[in-house]
């Protein structure tokens, strides 16, 4: 098996749970860079041109409200994680649990 | 990045290239989150100790080709023509139709006259093959943007292609907007000014009278409605070469307004000329020409056509002028 197809597996893997990560960092709000250095820093590699349109989608579906911030010496857009938002961020926890629990029971062979 | 200065820099191309590619309703959105992104990308570059210029160049090369990002914010389902191309498909599309369709109805009108249709025969014809020739029109030019988006990378270099590296020096350059210019404005007034001089003085005119007593060109009757009704819309012309001049742009609307005036001008006074009805009889008379002679008939036709001709260039120019300051305008790369 070649690199590039582990890669395409691997990114298959992680693509859901990036909209996981994003909903539940953003209860807090924040804006696109310095959620990419959080998520960085806990360890979530998440490419920039992934990122950034996937907040725009989630705050279209409504997931994420967002406004602009212009306090600073230049506007950012700040996201938060909207009602709707967390209730599918439980769905997809509870989803990321029973599956790594049902993985881990196929494992055993039981 | 922001940009004192007035030399527009990198960014500010890559921002143009952003919102020219943008739809209308998404485009401040679009424009100001990359606007943020790029800020915050260069910073962290140099805070890691880069170069200003290499920061830049570095972020907007990961970027990467403005109409790839733009897909990629803009999530769009499938489609027939992409990001790339579809704003300069909706442009060429809208800009044919308003110039080839004008052409078409005038050239059903004038064969009409020429072959003495009547009046609802013509007009029937001028709408039956103007909607046929806009079918025509809008369905090859979609297909040739449509195969353009799909296979255009594997016939051209591929600039654009996702194997080859994409170079901030292809993203658009900004110049100053071609405003209208206090000649153009002087030249058009003048030339309003002269026609309608030449309105009013025709009725004064002597030389084709013998003895010195004044032969109107025009049909005096004219009068009555218009003479009057031809000087109002000369005055409109004038105040609208005004108005535009001191909106400092082209626009859309006042090349519309341009057009319908010169439609409104040209339209009834081609018509009395085709039908005879223009010149005063007396002044045929006094000049000695057979108004209802073969020859007078087909240089008039020849005329007309020419009139009509060069109005049309007029409007398209001035369509033109709108489309370019309307370029000039997107993005405010500020």
Redesign the interface.
């Given at each position: 098996m070649s690199d590039e197809t582990a890669d395409g597996h691997l990114q298959e893997l992680r693509r859901g749970t990036i909209v996981l990560a994003c909903l539940i960092r953003l209860r807090q709000p924040g804006?696109?860079?310095a959620l990419l250095e959080a998520l960085d820093g806990f360890g979530f590699k998440v490419d920039?041109?992934t990122l950034?349109?996937l907040l725009?989608?989630l705050e279209q579906q409504g997931y994420l409200t967002s406004e602009?911030n212009t306090e600073e010496s230049?506007?950012?857009?700040f996201y938060r994680t909207s009602a709707a938002g967390e209730q599918l961020a439980a769905t997809l926890l509870t989803d990321w649990e029973r599956l790594s629990d049902s993985l881990r029971r196929i494992q055993d062979g039981s | 990045m922001?940009n004192p200065s007035s030399t527009p820099t990198l960014t500010d191309r890559y921002l143009l290239a952003v919102a020219r590619q943008t739809p209308e309703a998404q485009r401040a959105s679009v424009q100001?989150?990359v606007r943020?992104?790029i800020?915050?990308?260069i910073d962290?570059r140099l805070a890691d100790g880069d170069a200003p210029e290499a920061a830049e160049r570095a972020v907007l090369i990961?970027?990467?080709d403005p109409a790839r990002?733009i897909a990629?914010?803009l999530?769009r389902p499938s489609r027939l023509i992409g990001p790339r191309y579809y704003f300069t498909w909706r442009r060429l599309v809208r800009l044919l139709l308003v110039i080839v369709l004008p052409c078409v109805a005038f050239a059903m009108a004038i064969a009409g006259g020429v072959n003495g249709q009547p009046i609802g025969g013509i007009i029937g014809s001028m709408i039956g093959t103007s909607i046929m020739v806009g079918v025509h029109l809008c369905f090859w030019t979609t297909l040739v943007f449509a195969l353009l988006d799909r296979y255009g990378d594997r016939l051209s270099e591929g600039h654009l292609s996702e194997d080859t590296t994409w170079d901030p020096e292809h993203l658009p350059r900004i110049e100053p907007a071609a405003r209208m210019s206090i000649w153009s404005l002087g030249s058009a007034i003048l030339w309003l000014a002269a026609l309608a001089a030449f309105l009013v003085l025709q009725q004064f005119e002597p030389w084709a009278s013998g003895d010195g007593t004044p032969v109107p060109i025009v049909d005096p009757a004219h009068w009555g409605f218009l003479l009057p009704y031809l000087l109002g819309i000369l005055a409109a012309s004038v105040a609208l070469a005004v108005a535009t001049y001191l909106q400092r742009r082209r626009t859309w609307w006042a090349a519309g307004i341009h057009a319908l005036l010169s439609a409104a001008f040209l339209v009834p006074v081609l018509w009395l000329w085709t039908q005879g009805l223009l010149v005063n009889p007396a002044f045929n008379a006094a000049v000695g020409v057979d108004a209802a002679g073969d020859t007078v008939r087909t240089v008039g036709i020849v005329l007309g056509i020419i009139a009509g001709a060069v109005a049309l260039l007029d409007i398209a120019a001035e369509l033109r002028g709108a489309w370019q300051d309307g370029r000039a305008d997107v993005g405010g790369a500020s």
């Open positions: 804006y696109g860079y920039a041109n950034y349109p725009r989608r602009w230049r506007p950012r857009k | 922001t100001a989150e943020e992104r800020a915050d990308e962290a990961a970027l990467g990002l990629a914010y999530d």
